[in-house]
């Protein structure tokens, strides 16, 4: 028992000797609450309690598989289980299926076998599905099985339109999964909801059995598993759950953070305990975390502090756009790794889409820097952009077989897989590819004639595509998506995740053919891009799967942490997303995904934003996030490239990118763009450090010595705002470091003013001068 408790502090302590009744865990990012989780279950069994009567339920296998390894240290040979939430409720279920009319022997459909059995139900419920998708008719009833509602239940209840067709196929489609005995993930949990509500001597047996339940991540629940726990700690409330309403961030696949936020209501006997102590991040990535945090209101308040040693000031850098953006830290990692400084599985970087990671593929391929992309596969790698390869490939190379056989049928014309094997056997007689074979479809005995028809009519529309072989390939690229149907296709079927969001991915690959056309305006462009596509694909191909940068999204970043982490295009309509910006609910979980991702990091932590991003083949303007005017930006450090533009316009009235035309520069937001609960670096210098925000005990005083701050660089600017107008071309003038040299061009008006400088040996650099460091040479 003395190894158990050795070394926790006092907060950890109090939580890891509390045994029965309620227990509520507030645990903050960093805070070693797996520890106290594994030391809490040694503890119990320490003092008598059966290994037996503990279950342990997590999100992810991952978790389990690693408390599992942490328990067994401590209380070697104990059968106390643990695993996720569905795989508890399959063992229930396997042992009580006939209440909910299975049998023990019961399937579990995995995504694409629900998918088939969705489209069953859809054909069998006779519904007209022109303005919805079974994908989409699947994500309503997900929803409902997620909040308890039966197909019954909804026969009298006024729905939403979008709700209606689910709500009619909802019935003949668990009607079909029973037939065939079978569930889907969702059934899982509302199963065993439904059966612990229906029976109480079951429920009162399984309380008795599980006297003990430890639930992690409890932020995360939805109302279904919410339920569950519920009925198991009835006789005996021993219910101790670990969370932080902070980190959820799953709300738009049916998590509710009122299960967290009210469960000292659920339970008033509860014992809470906060864990405040951060063992990760340095005091200055913590701040920043806590800062941005402190805007929300539907939290559990605490004070993050940590003893680590102080580290570097947190970076916020502004690119011109998204490429540079990319450019830039690749060219960071690459330089580190190379001087040796960290390995590449030491960074990561996320985002709030996987569909912004294509540039950032690019450079570290350009740079030979490894990475591998989580919870998704990379850019050129996601079905749909396959699919749209597969077109250029069969155009480019009519006896691209393989491209053939995935697009004949992509999407959906009727051509089956009978009709592509008679084709096949038809091409091999005669020796031709596949799409000769396809011309003579109505030369082939062993074919119908409506299914022949069907290939000739796929013939026609490959020759039609042909006709746009020479064109820029954005325009053959949107003449593709529109003569097939693909881009109907996905706007009827695709469902934002909000990690993958395919339709976005297709933007994303208009977005390279622009810049390709842009690049390379001589060559041939089809056959050149395919080219660099397979290259960029067959080098990275050698790498090391183990030392690895990684690119993911933030939310899949939950539970991971890295020495350095980079969060980019924290802009406005990205992060927070576009969607959310109307609903207070969603903006707060928009910052609570950033702050997670913040909490990610260890040691060095940069966020960034672009003025301006291609976004659907289209340059347009960026502003930045609204939470980063929420942030510490006087402890902050932060840098801004300047702008291309207002260095060749010719000045701001010419210059498409200046203020006036509403795109704000790095910390020039507009008022109106302002977060009211914003607060001004002014009026935060005037709080005391309570309402700052400020982190205890080891937060740092101030920046380190010499360091140029964001607040440094709006007071230079206020301060300068006049003086600009002092310099004049060919005045000769003083740098710090450059030494003397003399002004040969002007350009833009007030803050925006630049000045080229010509310095000794015919070294020449642009300054903005409200923020350079020039004076008249004497």
């Given amino acids: 028992m003395d190894a158990i408790l050795r070394d926790l502090t006092p907060a950890q302590r109090e939580a890891v000797t509390h045994v029965d009744g309620p227990l509520l865990i507030l645990a903050g990012p960093g805070s070693g609450k797996t520890r106290v989780v594994t030391h809490r279950i040694a503890h119990m069994i320490g003092h008598g309690i059966p290994a037996w009567q503990i279950t342990a339920l997590t999100f992810t296998n991952k978790a389990a598989e690693e408390m599992r390894g942490r328990v067994e240290r401590l209380a070697p040979g104990q059968p106390v289980w643990m695993g996720t939430f569905h795989r508890f409720c399959a063992r229930l279920l396997r042992r009580y299926a006939s209440l909910v009319g299975l049998n023990e022997n019961y399937s579990i459909y995995d995504t694409t076998d629900a998918k088939q059995a969705m489209r069953r139900a859809i054909e069998a419920a006779k519904v007209n599905t022109s303005h919805t998708s079974p994908e989409q008719i699947a994500a309503v009833i997900s929803r409902f099985k997620n909040r308890l509602v039966l197909p019954e239940m909804l026969e009298d209840q006024a729905l939403r339109a979008a709700d209606h067709v689910a709500a009619r196929v909802y019935p003949v489609y668990q009607q079909q999964l029973l037939t065939a005995n079978a569930v889907d993930f969702d059934d899982l949990l509302l199963h065993v909801a439904r059966m612990l509500r229906d029976n109480h001597e079951l429920r009162a047996e399984l309380d008795s059995r599980h006297r003990y339940i430890l639930v992690d991540e409890y932020q995360d629940t939805n109302l279904a598993q919410y339920a569950i726990v519920r009925a198991l700690s009835v006789d005996y409330p021993n219910l101790s759950v670990t969370g932080d309403p902070d980190q959820s961030i799953y709300g738009w696949r049916g998590a509710d953070i009122n299960n967290i936020l009210d469960f000292e209501k659920d339970y008033p006997s509860v014992l809470t305990v906060r864990l405040e102590e951060n063992y990760r991040s340095t005091p200055e990535i913590l701040h920043v975390a806590d800062t941005l945090i402190r805007h929300n209101t539907r939290r559990k308040a605490k004070e993050l502090f940590t003893h680590n040693p102080s580290g570097e000031p947190v970076t916020l850098r502004s690119y011109n756009d998204g490429y540079e953006e990319a450019d830039d830290i690749a060219e960071q990692i690459a330089a580190g790794v190379d001087a040796g400084r960290f390995r590449p599985r030491d960074v990561a970087v996320f985002c709030r889409m996987n569909a912004l990671t294509r540039s950032l ?247 960034s934003y672009a003025r301006r991003r291609t976004m659907r083949g289209q340059l347009r303007p960026a502003a930045p996030s609204h939470f980063l005017i929420e942030l510490p930006r006087a402890t902050m450090r932060m840098t801004e490239t300047p702008d291309p533009a207002e260095f060749y316009t010719g000045g701001s009235d010419a210059d498409p990118y200046a203020d006036e035309a509403g795109y704000p520069d790095a910390w020039d937001l507009p008022a109106e763009e302002a977060r009211p609960s914003a607060i001004d670096d002014d009026d935060l210098c005037q709080l005391p450090d309570d309402e700052r925000g400020m982190v205890r005990e080891s937060s740092p005083a101030g920046p380190p010595a010499g360091m140029t701050t964001a607040a440094d660089l709006l007071s230079r600017q206020r301060e300068n705002s006049l003086a600009v107008g002092f310099f004049r071309n060919g005045m000769a003038v003083m740098h710090p470091e450059y030494g003397e040299g003399r002004i040969v061009d002007l350009t833009g008006r007030g803050p925006k003013r630049t000045a080229k400088v010509v310095f000794a040996e015919g070294y020449t650099q642009t300054f903005r001068l409200a923020f350079a460091p020039l004076t008249p040479a004497e």
Avoid at 491 to 504: C, G, I, Q, R, Y
Wanted: hydrophobic content about 40%; some cysteine.
């Fill in 361 to 607: 593929e690019h450079a570290f391929r350009a740079r030979g820097v490894p990475y591998q992309i989580v919870n998704g596969v990379e850019f050129y790698q996601r079905k749909e952009i396959k699919d749209l390869l597969a077109y250029l490939h069969l155009i480019n190379n009519p006896a691209h077989d393989v491209a053939l056989q995935r697009v004949i049928n992509t999407p959906a014309r009727g051509i089956g897989a009978k009709t592509i094997e008679r084709l096949r056997q038809h091409a091999d007689s005669h020796r031709i590819p596949l799409l000769d074979a396809a011309r003579e479809a109505g030369l082939i005995g062993s074919l119908a004639p409506r299914s022949a028809a069907k290939v000739a009519a796929f013939v026609a529309l490959y020759d039609r595509l042909c006709l746009k072989a020479t064109e820029p390939l954005e325009t053959l690229l949107r003449y593709l998506l529109q003569e097939t149907g693909y881009q109907e296709h996905l706007e009827k079927t695709a469902v934002d995740d909000s990690d993958n969001n395919p339709l976005a991915n297709v933007d994303e690959l208009i977005s390279a053919a622009v810049e390709f056309d842009q690049q390379f305006p001589e060559e041939a462009p089809l056959e050149a891009f395919l080219e660099q596509v397979a290259l960029v694909s067959d080098t990275d191909a050698w790498q090391e799967s183990n030392d690895r940068v990684t690119l993911m999204t933030l939310h899949a970043a939950k539970g991971l942490e890295f020495p350095r982490v980079y969060i980019i295009a924290v802009e406005n309509d990205l992060l927070p997303h576009a969607r959310s910006q109307d609903d207070p609910s969603q903006l707060e979980e928009e910052r609570r995904l950033l702050f997670v991702g913040i909490t990610r990091a260890e040691q060095h932590l940069q966020l």
